[in-house]
């Protein structure tokens, strides 16, 4: 997890003494992110639950790599990424031998649904990943079972309308950022690896945003922690695009 200690200054600075890295990068600099391949075939489509699930485990289980760890091969480039002062993912969606293809780049498969690869500048991404397309990743809606095993969770925001590739690289967001909380607040991030994903409750939704504003306590209290998304895409800056939970109806 030390690779995520820039994230750990932005997301739980309560839990840690390093200040926090600018978020606005260095106009000069390179634009760094981690692609996100989704696998989308034509005949058999994923549902969109298996598809964010898999990609909320990817995006983690690639920062949590002993690869990524001090001395890994992928340490400097993973450190980098995290600590340019957005965690940006790119998703891109694949099938027959193009999915076959991103295997062979660096990276971390997860229920052979999504491959999360080691993050760098987009400008530098491999043939492999830049012939594949951004656009095409929505599925349709599906109905997931209710979340009742205390596993943890990602929220999704009930009042805004994301892609299929949009929400892919959020709750990649939110894996890595409610890891880092628990990792940094004493516990096991061994035990949010691999969250559910659903659409929250408005309700839900509106009890937990209104303890935002003061994230140390929503962490007490509800054990939560949004994604406020850049807005690039899809959704105005600042929105919160979903949250994570350590357990279910915390």
Same mark, same amino acid.
């Given at each position: 997890m030390a690779a995520l200690e820039p994230l750990a200054a932005r997301v739980c600075p309560w839990a840690t003494d390093r200040a926090a890295p600018e978020v606005d990068e260095d106009p000069d600099g390179p634009v760094r992110a981690m692609p996100v391949i989704l696998r989308i075939e034509r005949q058999e489509p994923p549902t969109p639950t298996a598809l964010l699930e898999a990609a909320a485990a990817a995006a983690l289980a690639l920062c949590t790599d002993e690869r990524s760890a001090p001395g890994g091969e992928w340490y400097d480039a993973v450190a980098a990424w995290c600590g340019a002062g957005r965690i940006r993912k790119l998703a891109r969606? @694949? *099938?027959?031998?193009?999915w076959r293809a991103v295997q062979d780049v660096p990276g971390v498969t997860v229920s052979e649904l999504v491959r999360a690869l080691v993050p760098g500048p987009v400008d530098e991404v491999p043939h492999e990943v830049r012939r594949l397309q951004i656009g095409g990743t929505d599925l349709p809606?599906?109905?997931? @079972? *209710?979340v009742d095993?205390?596993?943890?969770v990602i929220w999704l925001n009930p009042r805004v309308e994301q892609s299929t590739g949009k929400a892919a690289a959020q709750v990649g967001h939110a894996s890595m950022i409610l890891a880092t909380v628990v990792a940094w607040t004493g516990s096991d991030p061994a035990d949010v690896a691999a969250p559910a994903v659903r659409t929250a409750s408005e309700a839900d939704w509106d009890t937990w945003c209104a303890a935002?504003?003061?994230p140390e306590k929503a962490w007490a209290r509800y054990g939560v922690a949004p994604v406020r998304d850049a807005g690039f895409t899809e959704v105005a800056p600042g929105t919160v695009t979903c949250i994570g939970q350590v357990a279910a109806g915390g």
């Open positions: 969606r @694949a *099938r027959t031998a193009h809606d599906d109905a997931p @079972a *209710r095993d205390g596993r943890p935002l504003d003061d």
